[in-house]
Nanobody, 120 residues
Framework: QVQLVESGGGLVQPGGSLRLSCAAS????????MGWYRQAPGKERELVAR???????KYIDSVKGRFTISRDNAKNTVYLQMNSLKPGDTAVYYC??????????????WGQGTQVTVSS
């Protein structure tokens, strides 16, 4: 069993910054892709950023140049540095990890979500 625990959300003014963290723990053999998704009220969940085990990254167009995804493999942790935040970034942010467990079975795990609110 694998758990993803998120932290770092909160209330910030437009133009401000937040850093989200997501730590994976449990029966992990290898973590492949890790990423961040978000869901605003009344809207569908959307990809924000993803990072592979080789540090190849992908971002949704609206956050390019403002957000940076990174990972610390020794800590099984993925981060999302969010700068120049806009009201449109307001959402619940969920981390995601594609994980091989100790039996080499592949699973897709999700964090509990953390609220990011950008408002003046």
């Amino acid at each position: 069993q694998v758990q993803l625990v998120e932290s770092g959300g909160g209330l910030v003014q437009p133009g401000g910054s937040l850093r989200l963290s997501c730590a994976a723990s449990g029966s992990i053999s290898e973590i492949l892709d890790m990423g961040w998704y978000r869901q605003a009220p009344g809207k569908e969940r959307e990809l924000v950023a993803r990072i592979t085990s080789g540090d190849n990254t992908k971002y949704i167009d609206s956050v390019k140049g403002r957000f940076t995804i990174s990972r610390d493999n020794a800590k099984n942790t993925v981060y999302l540095q969010m700068n120049s935040l806009k009201p449109g970034d307001t959402a619940v942010y969920y981390c995601n990890a594609v994980v091989y467990d100790q039996t080499r079975s592949l699973f897709d795990y999700w964090g509990q979500g953390t609220q990011v609110t950008v408002s003046s």
